[in-house]
């Protein structure tokens, strides 16, 4: 056959193994189901293109093997007549939609198209609603999807995965989820397939003729006239930018205001501040303890930071997510340990694209240190260590990393594991230009022991902290029975001094003595 001809004597080894791998996904499903019980859901897309050929070459491989014979297969065998269904929106781009027709009569699709008569089209055609009306006028056990690990709603889905609670139950089949930008040009260009019209036009991603225009990334100025033209969208070097010509659902909070593209410019009450989340199901357990946060508030604090939280959390996406997604917004910079690897219970970057809103996508740049790294052959097929959130990462390399960190706008993902290694990347931190961790007023310390108990010097320290709004007081003590350490911290020496004078000046000579913290 045609397409798994051109693949197979293409040179591309990282193209001939997605296919290989996508097809068995679909030689599968067709196993496991009665093939007048699976559909596919084609929109006239790029993926769902690529998804049309890769359901013909699994068909015909399919077919080939139950038939069991050697004789060659007719070319019916190269069509694939596979229940096809499309959600048809007024809001669709025509071109979109007369190449979906086109293609449905080129390949002899059974197409069953979900649109209704004219007076509920425009309220009614949601996928869900339509989901329902399919699966009770035919049953229909699964659905293959063009969907990629990119998309928002691919985060947790797997190539099997069952619709969603509340939606209609079906298994959606997605072939191509862990396929890149580039892994989906590489194959339209090399099967050499027809695809819609828009995307040589340099659109790179299309959704709605609300919310699509070409690529900015691939324009170029037409002189002598200056106007605009648009690159061929596989041109686009760059696949985590495919979304750029969509309207953005990711809006910057207010509270966010102060941050410019992840970097602090308005600083909160004369310091920056930090927040720090762990990832440690192990930690929560008591298994291990968390030895890193201390060591990074020692840092953070010795460059006049404030580390405003410190939380661990499990390994979860939803825990992350809700976590990322409160302190990203109220914090300069925040730093997230653990749940970063190829483990299934590694969700730390999966709870970071969703706490910002945006996809997981495959980073080939990313891709290519981590085999350099670990080796092709520790990386599996999914890559999964590649997958990191997409338009919103920034790979920070420094020569003393032998992997580079991970920055999500003002998230910061730390690979140490020991104190040792946080030292490193902490030092890399210091040094990058784009990471800010600016240099403010150190903090200063002054610690005073009293054998005063708590009850006696509470009410003087209550008025001392509306006094010195700009000092923090606390207090703290080895034990019961040892005496209580008062802290003075802040900015502004005199004003420190100042203060702890002022207590010890409210209780009887020698209530007070210097203590050192080590
Ligand atoms: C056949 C089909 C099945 C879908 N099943 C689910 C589902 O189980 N759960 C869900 O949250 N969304 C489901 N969706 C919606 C998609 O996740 C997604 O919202 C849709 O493809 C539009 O993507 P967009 O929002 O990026 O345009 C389904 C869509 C289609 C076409
Ligand atoms: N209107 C629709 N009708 C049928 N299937 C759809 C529709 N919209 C989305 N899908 C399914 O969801 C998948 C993912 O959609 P998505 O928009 O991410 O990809 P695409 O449209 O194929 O390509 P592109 O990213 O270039 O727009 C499609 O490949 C298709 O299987
Ligand atoms: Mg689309």
Redesign the pocket.
Known sequence: MEIDRAVRESVDRRLQTKYQNAVYVIQRAFSLYEFEQVA????????????LHLLRAGYYLHQGKSECSNQHLSDNALKCPIR??????PC?FPE?NSF?YETARDFDFFLVL?SYDLQLETIHSD?KSGLEALLKKKPTKA??????I??PNAVGQEQFSPSSIGWPPFMRVNP?LDWSYRD?WAFLLTSKVKY?SL?DQG?????SIYD?VPNALLSVADSPSMKENFKP?YMLADGRL??AG?NKKLVLKDDNASLNNGVASIPLNGSFRASIIIVGDEILFGITEDMLSGTLCKKLHGIGWQTTRVAVVQNEIDSVAEEVEGRKATNDMVFLFGGFGPMNSDVSLAGVAKAFGVRLAPDEEFEEYLRHLIGQHCIGDRNEMALLPEGITELLHHKKLPLPLIKCQNVVILSATNICELETQWECLLELPSVPLVQSTPFTSKYLSTTLSDVEIAQTISKLCLEFSDIYMGCHRKSRVTPSIISFVGKDKSRLELAAQRLSSSFPDGSFYEHRCD
């Open positions: 596919f859901s084609f929109n006239g897309g790029k993926d769902s293109t690529v998804l096809t269904i499309y959600f048809e929106s669709a979109i979906t979900l996928f659905i293959f999807l063009g969907t990629r990119g998309d191509i989906v819609c995307y659109y790179t991603s299309i959704g699509t969208a495919e979304r969509r």
